[in-house]
């Protein structure tokens, strides 16, 4: 461009030149011609400069595309709403994650009645997480059927179905909010702001976490940083699990919410958890057996198969698996 506009000068001053020479032009002409050159360089320059910022536009809008013309994979077959009473059962569920063909669950079957509570046991990777990733409709089994109120889980609506579970996962995830809007995720916006701040309030006491809060400089209103840097694992936890509980939802899936937690803490938490719990069905998910005793069933899983079933009393007189982790957590609590 500049090796141009350069040029135009040069052939304004020789033709000119002539001009003036043969008697046509005064040299006022050529100064003028100049000037008017030089006018023309900048939208001359923006032209091509344009073009190319289009260009690269197009590229990237085409990357865009890709991404929001992804079909998910999970539909819902029904768009309905549809209320939920919480009987959970799983006939004979084998799944396979499809990325890396890892078999997570192996032939697992359990039945939990509206109301009652499961609590899942296991080594780490032996499958636990994969549970609650089938009964939020994370992914489809591959083998058997996972059935929420004797239905099909592909046929009830997927809505209903997340809306009325309360997950608290194993990775929280917390938004750059303040504290407030972030255990009020998932409620409705227009509920009046007096209310709301009642109801994190009482949530946030349920979860033992009141007092930490209060702690903070602003309290309800303290804003955390990305994905919650600015609190403690212990403390993401509770949060996490204020927000499942604030919805009073038909179904309530804990997935080790209670590691990054003391032992006295953790028998606070499950204490009112107690109290949430009741006509809720829960699932469990843990590695402590101290947060899984007073569940209905407890399943031992090892490997993606259930290898020991019943309740704390009857599997602690079975002496298997679970006797010897119950042996090996006791003796690390009394030391
Ligand atoms: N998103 C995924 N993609 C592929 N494989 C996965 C995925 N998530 C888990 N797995 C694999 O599936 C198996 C079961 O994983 P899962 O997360 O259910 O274990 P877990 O019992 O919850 O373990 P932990 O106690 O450590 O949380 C593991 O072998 C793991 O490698
Ligand atoms: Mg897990």
Known sequence: MLLLVGLSTLLVVYIGGQEVISGRATAGNIAEFIIYVNMLTWPMASLGWVTSIIQRA???????NEFLHLEPEITSAVLTEKELKGKIEFRNVSFDYPDSGIKAL???SFTVDPGKSIAILGRTGSGKSTIANLLLRMYDSTEGHVLIDDTHIELLPLYSVRQQ??????????????????????????????????????AA?????????????????????????????GQKQRL?????????????????????????TERQILNNLTEIMK??????????????????????LDNGKIV?????DSLIEAKGEYFELFEKQMLEEVQ
């Open 58 to 64: 197009a590229a990237s809008q085409e990357r865009i």
């Open 106 to 108: 192996n032939n697992v």
């Open 165 to 202: 579970t309360g997950y608290v996962p194993q990775d929280v995830f917390l938004f750059s909010d303040t504290i407030q809007n972030n255990i009020l995720f998932g409620i409705h916006k227009e509920i009046p702001e007096a209310e709301r701040r009642t109801m994190a309030m009482s």
């Open 205 to 233: 006491k349920e979860a033992v976490i009141y007092d930490n809060i209060m702690d903070f400089p602003k309290n309800f209103d303290t804003m955390i940083g990305e994905r919650g840097i600015t609190l403690s694992g």
């Open 240 to 264: 996490s699990i204020a927000r499942a509980i604030i919805k009073r939802p038909k179904i309530l899936i804990f997935d080790d919410c209670l590691s990054a937690v003391d032992t006295n």
């Open 279 to 300: 006509g809720r069905t829960s699932v469990i998910i843990s590695h402590r057996v101290s947060s899984v005793r007073d569940a209905d069933e407890i399943i031992f």
């Open 308 to 312: 020991e079933r019943g309740n704390h």
